[in-house]
Each structure stands twice: as C-alpha cells, then as structure tokens.
C-alpha cells in the first residue's frame, strides 16, 4: 500500500507558476500510475493530468495542455505537476493519486478508478 503526500501548494498572481510534488512511500513507486485532481470549492474533484507507470506517456485536460506539466522520478518516488500561467478560476486543493492497474488512457482520467490519493494541497491563484 502506497501512501502519499503533497506539497508545493501556496499563493500565486494570476499568470504565476507553481511546482507541486506529491512523494510516495510504502510501495513501488515504478508500479504505479499517477494522477493529479484537483477539487475546487462547490465543484467536483476533477482530472488534471495522469502519467503511466511504465513508457511516462502524459494525458492532460483540455484546459491545462501547454501551461502544466506532469513529470515523475522514480528514483526519488515523486511525481510533479508543474504549472504556469496560473488563472483564478484554477484556485482548488490539488491532490495525486496512484494506481496500479488500468485498462484504458480513458480510465486514468476517472477519479474511480485510483486506489491511493493524498490529503491535498492548496493552491490559490489570486486575481
């Protein structure tokens, strides 16, 4: 069983960056895909950005391709989610998320489908 932490959240301008880090222990942290959700106030948690276990390939949402960036290093257990050119309306409590095991790119996008996820981190973006 993996556990995750988050970190790197904060208080940024609109237009900013930050790089959050979510770091794994308890498990093989190579075995696992990872996700990022992120959950603003009054709304659903919803997808961000997912890299595989195995090749890193990246999957994004719509609203973020260009501006984050999902990266991961197995040797030091972390994945990032790089972000940049931060608007307000992103402000929300990032959280990441592992799974092992997934049968299609469409099912990295589905919170349901994560069997591991942290507790969160802040991030706002002031307008």
């Known amino acids: 069983q993996v556990q995750l932490v988050e970190s790197g959240g904060g208080l940024v301008q609109t237009g900013g960056s930050l790089r959050l880090s979510c770091a794994a222990s308890g498990g093989t942290f190579s075995n696992y895909n990872m996700g990022w959700f992120r959950q603003a106030p009054g709304k659903e948690r919803e997808f961000v950005a997912a890299?595989?276990?195995?090749?890193?390939?990246?999957y994004y949402t719509d609203s973020v391709k260009g501006r984050f960036t999902i990266s991961r290093d197995n040797a030091k257990n972390t994945v990032y989610l790089q972000m940049n050119s931060l608007k307000a309306e992103e402000t929300a409590v990032y959280y990441c998320a592992a799974v092992i095991r997934v049968n299609t790119d469409y099912d990295l996008r589905q919170m349901r489908r994560y069997d591991y996820w942290g507790q969160g981190t802040q991030v706002t973006v002031s307008s």
């Open positions: 890299i595989t276990r195995t090749v890193g390939s990246t």
